[in-house]
């Protein structure tokens, strides 16, 4: 697709469980953030890639949180152990590469999670 | 820490009017400036974006200023129209390109008609 896929749209989980949030970036874009976003707050960072690696993982909040991207393309966050409060909307976002540009990021349309 | 501040959680405007949007930080030098569009239930979209070594920056009925030194920038909508009632984001580009794009909690624009 030409935009930014992000899957599950929505996700409901019990309190506990593992869950997953995929993303698949614009093709050829270097740069990937994860952000959390919750009801009438602006989208708060989580971590950033370059390629494979992660540049700044900073706003990871424990370690619960974890996110990879093996090849330099789709990413996966991955939540274990649930918690009631992880409940937000999940967005990813792709760029070329900041400072090779302009920074602009492409957002997908976000994976909204609930945890019962 | 780094802090961006946007004004007010919500602001009404009148149709016709120019809508006035505020973005405050500090302890952060960013190399530039962008804001963004966000609807309800989707990701933000890109509007524009200012340098550091600029003042002000235009596209169509959409104006942004940036003063360094006040470590400020403002965001107009002028002849607002009920379609542009949206939450609006300003967004910090760093310098470094290992750091990160942090952004403001976004304030809600209505457009009365």
């Known amino acids: 697709g030409a935009g930014v896929s992000q899957t599950p749209s929505n996700k409901v989980t019990e309190k506990g469980k593992y869950v997953e949030l995929r993303c698949d970036p614009i093709?050829?874009?270097?740069?990937l953030y994860w952000y959390r976003q919750s009801l009438g707050q602006g989208p708060e960072f989580l971590i950033y890639?370059?390629?494979?690696?992660?540049?700044?993982d900073s706003g990871l909040p424990n370690d619960r949180f974890f996110a990879v991207r093996p090849e330099g393309s789709v990413s996966t966050l991955k939540i274990q152990r649930t918690e009631r409060g992880d409940s937000a909307v999940y967005l990813c976002?792709?760029?070329?590469?900041?400072?090779?540009?302009?920074?602009?990021?492409?957002f997908g349309e976000g994976s909204r999670l609930t945890v019962l | 820490s780094q802090k961006i501040e946007q004004n007010s959680e919500a602001l009404n405007i009148q149709e016709g009017k120019t809508a006035t949007l505020t973005c405050n930080y500090t302890?952060?030098?960013?190399?530039?400036l962008q804001w963004y569009r966000q609807d309800p239930g989707r990701g933000p979209v890109f509007l524009l974006l200012?340098?550091?070594?600029?003042k002000e920056k235009r596209k169509e009925r959409l104006k942004v200023t940036f003063d360094t030194t006040l470590k400020q920038s403002l965001f107009h909508i002028t002849a607002s129209q009920p379609a542009d009632s949206a939450t609006y984001l300003c967004?910090?580009?760093?310098?470094?390109?290992?750091?990160?794009?942090?952004f403001g909690k976004g304030t809600r624009l209505h457009i009365l008609p």
């Open positions: 200012i340098r550091e070594n600029e």
């Open positions: 302890n952060y030098s960013p190399a530039y």
């Open positions: 890639f370059q390629g494979t690696g992660a540049a700044d």
């Open positions: 976002a792709s760029s070329l590469s900041v400072n090779a540009n302009t920074g602009e990021l492409f």
């Open positions: 093709s050829g874009h270097t740069a």
């Open positions: 967004a910090l580009v760093p310098r470094l390109r290992d750091d990160k794009i942090i």
